[in-house]
Nanobody, 121 residues
Framework: QVQLVESGGGLVQFGGSLRLSCAASGNIFSIDPMGWYRQAPGKQRELVATITSGGDTNYADSVKGRFTISRDNAKNTVYLQMNSLKPEDTAVYYC???????????????WGRGTQVTVSS
């Protein structure tokens, strides 16, 4: 099995910063990609950012220039640095990892339990 442990959420004022972390552990051969999604009350879950093992990144238009995704392949950990936070960034943030358990196995998507980010105006 694979476990994802998220940390770093909380309450922050408009314009503030937070850093989310997500560490994957268990039976892991490779993870590609790793990423973050978010879900606000009454809305569907949406992509925030993803990063491949090679470092290629993809961001939602709403966070470009404010959020930075990074990863430590040796630690199977993905980070999300969030700057210039706005009230509309308030949501539960979920870590996503696409995991292969061996070199010839198919990949499986795992999700973290989510961490709340609240931005006050």
């Amino acid at each position: 099995q694979v476990q994802l442990v998220e940390s770093g959420g909380g309450l922050v004022q408009f314009g503030g910063s937070l850093r989310l972390s997500c560490a994957a552990s268990g039976n892991i051969f490779s993870i590609d990609p790793m990423g973050w999604y978010r879900q606000a009350p009454g809305k569907q879950r949406e992509l925030v950012a993803t990063i491949t093992s090679g470092g290629d990144t993809n961001y939602a238009d709403s966070v470009k220039g404010r959020f930075t995704i990074s990863r430590d392949n040796a630690k199977n950990t993905v980070y999300l640095q969030m700057n210039s936070l706005k009230p509309e960034d308030t949501a539960v943030y979920y870590c996503m990892c696409n995991v292969r358990r061996s070199y010839n196995s198919r990949s499986t998507t795992y999700w973290g339990r989510g961490t709340q980010v609240t931005v006050s105006s």
